[in-house]
């Protein structure tokens, strides 16, 4: 029986106009310095990394700005993310589309995969710009590998194909070493520099 809430988030609060009025300002900051810059329309966390630092968000459809944006669910950990990229320059996306084309059992479970993106995206809310339009290339074209693998992270096994087949190829990213006490480290470095 799958977890109907694997990540945990069902007790994040959406509410408030940016989508961050629910999230932790602790995990904020974490995701601060893992992209350099502030989050933008952050709903909640949508999955941790074993070391306890946020490594996908869940975002709001509609940024702070106005911008519609589709990538509900967005990897944030750099070392999830250099993983991934890895993947995506040794042409996994590509054969993965390949694959789409041959087998209508894989290319059916990926149009369920782009049907449950909508249906969490719209949970958050309607942005007509971007009806219908999921991410990653979903259904039917793998187009970013970040998105897939931030989907099966979030959603737990079983609903993504191509995103749990690439999180299965990925050496553990968060091993040799804890991300959350490398950003101890680099925050005590940081504040002695400073001093």
Not at 6 to 11: E, S
Not at 23 to 37: I, K, S, T
Not at 48 to 75: I, K, M, S, W
Not at 114 to 142: F, K, Q, W
């Amino acid at each position: 029986m799958t977890d109907p809430d694997p990540a945990g988030t069902a007790d994040l609060s959406v509410d408030g106009t940016d989508g961050t009025d629910g999230v932790d300002p602790a995990d904020l900051e974490a995701v601060h310095r893992q992209l350099g810059r502030p989050p933008r329309g952050v709903a909640a966390v949508a999955h941790r990394c074993p070391c306890g630092e946020p490594d996908v968000l869940r975002t709001q459809p509609r940024l702070p700005d106005g911008t519609p944006f589709p990538t509900t669910y967005y990897a944030t950990c750099p070392r999830l993310t250099g993983a991934v990229s890895t993947l995506e320059t040794a042409g996994t996306m590509r054969t993965m589309t390949e694959r789409l084309a041959d087998d209508e059992q894989l290319a059916a479970a990926y149009a369920r995969a782009h049907e449950a993106y909508l249906a969490s995206r719209a949970e958050l809310g309607d942005v007509p710009e971007i009806h219908g339009v999921s991410a990653g290339g979903m259904p039917t074209r793998v187009k970013c590998l970040h998105v897939l693998v931030a989907h099966s992270l979030a959603a737990g096994p079983g609903v993504n194909p191509l995103g749990d087949e690439a999180l299965e190829m990925l050496e553990p990213w968060w091993q040799p070493f804890s991300c959350a006490d490398q950003h101890r480290r680099d925050d005590t470095s940081d504040e002695q520099a400073q001093r």
